[in-house]
């Protein structure tokens, strides 16, 4: 039924609601605008959810009682509240939460949504994030939509019929943008040190930030690359323009780039939009080991942001405080080493805080959350070089670590792996 406004849509809701939020860049924004005005008049409802854009307005403590947040990944819009204990964090791979919700382990009252305009057929479309949000409309007793005629129309998983919906408004307002971030003479490098390690025919996992853009930057003269990734952002666009990006190496879903998200730029949003050459589907399919390893030569490169001398790898949290979360990165870490030809890659400046910190330390900060394990990791590169960590023993893994941390936090490093672990560590 269509209706006037988002707080009509979200008149459904009852106290002790469980409500699913479409996450990243498509996130219902004017609805969860809604949902905090309406949440006052409720009691103990739960709102569910990866990062999701502006979204502060639920972080207000008089929503204490009404609305509290569970975040399975943690964002700007949400750090705060989790980190002061309005809000909740759950570690969980990404692959796993649609099974969380098609099981029943985790039920579902309501979801929320927002997708294109209805095309001749009824159909909308989830537009540029699918991610979890497929599974949920599939087991959710009421559906809230924000039909959004500006949201690109998106092939692969991502339909949903009118009929199906139970409440909606329609209102149209821009995507939210994300600007390429700036670069360094740091991600350059790390971004070249990285490019070295690609060869023609890999099929890429790289998320959105200075060093995936950095590292897509140098892949010009490659041949015959592939895309298979959770999200992709704007540094794929020359390379699809100039054939460098082709998937046509693919065992899976040859010729097409598969991704769950999308976020980024205007043009990005374009690119997509109405696209077959783009194949939007459920995260729990993205993210499957079992499906990523098919393809051969997959290349996963993530971040991180603390890595210890034996390999432990921290991308969740700052010490006890959570940053972001578990996402992705195990799923085509472990994924990518299955594949024939695989490899992964933990990239990651040597520093922080303007060089007074190394990101390369004997032992994680207390708290700190291992993200890939020690067993799983194989390249880490700084802007200083490349660590090969595959089939090393913790010697060898803390001298090629110590190696490509910042040369002024080197002897330091060497004696604390002595001090800590036991290990001679020659530098």
């Excluded at 509240?81 to 759950?90: I, M, P, R, S, T």
């Excluded at 989830?126 to 409309?137: D, M, Q, Y």
């Excluded at 490659?222 to 895309?227: A, N, Q, R, S, V």
């Excluded at 097409?256 to 589907?281: E, K």
Aim: glycine share 8%.
């Amino acid at each position: 039924m269509r209706v006037a406004n988002a707080e009509q849509a979200l008149e459904i809701l009852s106290d002790d609601d469980v409500i699913w939020c479409q996450s990243m860049a498509a996130t219902p924004y004017k609805l969860l605008q809604g949902l905090a005005e309406v949440a006052l008049q409720r009691r103990n409802m739960t709102l569910l959810q990866l990062h999701t854009e502006h979204s502060e307005v639920l972080s207000d403590p008089a929503l204490q009682g009404h609305l509290r947040q569970r975040a399975f990944f943690v964002g700007k819009s949400t750090r705060s509240a989790v980190n002061e204990g309005l809000a909740d964090y759950v570690p969980i791979f990404l692959s796993e939460i649609p099974k969380l919700f098609r099981s029943g382990e985790q039920p579902l009252d309501a979801v929320l949504i927002q997708v294109s305009a209805p095309d001749a057929h009824g159909n909308c479309s989830l537009g540029i994030s699918v991610e979890a949000t497929r599974a949920a409309l599939q087991v959710a007793k009421k559906v809230i939509a924000w039909v959004n005629p500006m949201m690109p129309r998106t092939h692969g998983d991502s339909f949903i019929h009118v009929g199906q919906i139970d409440r909606y408004f329609e209102e149209a307002a821009p995507m939210p943008i994300h600007e390429r971030p700036a670069q360094s003479k740091i991600t350059t490098r790390i971004g070249e040190r990285v490019a070295e390690l690609i060869d023609d025919g890999d099929c890429l996992q790289m998320g959105i930030g200075a060093i995936p853009d950095a590292t897509l930057a140098c892949l010009g003269h490659h041949k015959d690359l592939g895309i298979h990734t959770e999200m992709f952002s704007d540094g794929v666009l020359p390379l699809v323009a100039s054939g460098v990006i082709n998937n046509s190496r693919k065992r899976k879903h040859r010729g097409r780039i598969v991704t769950t998200f999308a976020m980024g730029s205007q043009q990005l949003y374009d690119f997509v939009d109405d696209n077959p050459q783009c194949a939007f589907l459920d995260v729990e399919y993205t993210n499957d080991t079992s499906v990523i390893r098919q393809n051969k030569q997959v290349m996963a490169i993530n971040s991180a942001l603390q890595v210890d001398v034996t390999g432990q790898v921290c991308a969740d949290s700052i010490g006890t405080k959570v940053y972001s979360g578990v996402g992705g990165q195990m799923d085509f870490v472990r994924g990518a080493s299955l594949s024939e030809g695989g490899r992964s890659v933990i990239a990651l400046p040597a520093t922080a805080c303007g060089g007074k910190v190394s990101r390369i330390t004997s032992l994680l900060a207390p708290g700190a959350g291992v993200v890939t394990t020690r067993a799983h990791v194989h390249y880490v590169v700084t802007e200083y070089g490349v660590a090969n960590l595959r089939a090393k023993s913790l010697t060898e893994r803390a001298t090629a670590l110590i190696h490509i941390a910042a040369p002024q936090f080197r002897e330091q490093l060497a004696r604390e792996a002595r001090d800590d672990w036991g290990l001679q560590v020659h530098i």
